[in-house]
């Protein structure tokens, strides 16, 4: 089945203490992007990767890394995860960088930072 | 002012009502356009996209209107099931990496 899998679906940490988000998607698309969502802001972009080795900063990247070291994996990393980064994650992927290509989302992170 | 708008609802209507939404777009270089549903704690899920000559999928009808810079969703003959939230979403042109998501719009369908 083509998917987008996120793990972990539910995440609740620390101050301080590093977390990896995975996001693989199994129909070779080469974009792939990380957004958070939050009541009354919607939908907004941290990092996205246009292909493997090749990643950007979206509206909100300050505190989270990423990398794409295959085309299929694309982690989001918080090295030192504070409470205003508590929020709902997705992980989402197109085909290819164009107009009419449709995102396809993972099912979401909600990660609580205390 | 936000670059994508809607009306956050929600929209309580009965089942079998005709119910339409709207979301403006500030960038006039705005190229691509798209509805999304949500359901409640769930990923978004493309509805359909928006073409310039307006577009059907079965009950539901988007249109664009670019020199008032708007688009619309209408969704005749409401169910249950069409009860979630719509996201409005929009890329300009130059920015291919970039779409801008509106916070949605709530629709309650009812008995």
């Known amino acids: 089945e083509a998917q987008v899998t996120q793990n972990p679906r539910y995440l609740i940490t620390v101050t301080g203490k590093k977390l990896t988000v995975t996001c693989s998607q199994n129909?070779?698309?080469?974009?792939m992007s990380w957004y958070r969502q939050d009541p009354g802001l919607g939908l907004r972009q941290i990092y996205y990767?246009?292909?493997?080795?090749?990643?950007d900063k979206g509206d909100v990247p300050e505190g989270y890394k990423v990398s794409r070291k295959e085309k299929r994996n694309f982690p989001l990393i918080l090295e030192s995860p504070s409470p205003n980064q508590t929020s709902l994650y997705f992980c989402?992927?197109?085909?290819?960088?164009?107009?009419?290509?449709?995102?396809?989302f993972g099912n979401g992170t909600r990660l609580t930072v205390t | 002012r936000k670059e994508v708008e809607q009306d956050p609802g929600p929209f309580n209507v009965p089942e079998g009502a005709t119910v339409a939404f709207n979301c403006t777009y500030s960038n006039s270089a705005s190229q691509s356009f798209f509805w999304y549903r949500q359901d409640c704690r769930k990923e978004p899920k493309l509805l359909m996209s928006?073409?310039?000559s307006g577009n059907e999928d079965g009950r539901f009808t988007a249109q664009l209107n670019r020199a008032s810079q708007y688009i619309s969703l209408l969704i005749r003959d409401s169910k249950l099931s069409d009860s979630a939230t719509y996201l409005c979403?929009?890329?300009?042109?130059?920015?291919?990496?970039?779409?801008?998501f509106g916070t949605g719009t709530r629709l309650q369908v009812t008995l």
């Open positions: 129909m070779n698309h080469e974009y």
């Open positions: 979403v929009v890329r300009a042109t130059g920015t291919a990496s970039k779409l801008t």
């Open positions: 990767s246009m292909n493997v080795e090749v990643t």
């Open positions: 989402a992927s197109s085909l290819v960088v164009n107009r009419n290509s449709p995102l396809h």
């Open positions: 928006v073409y310039s």
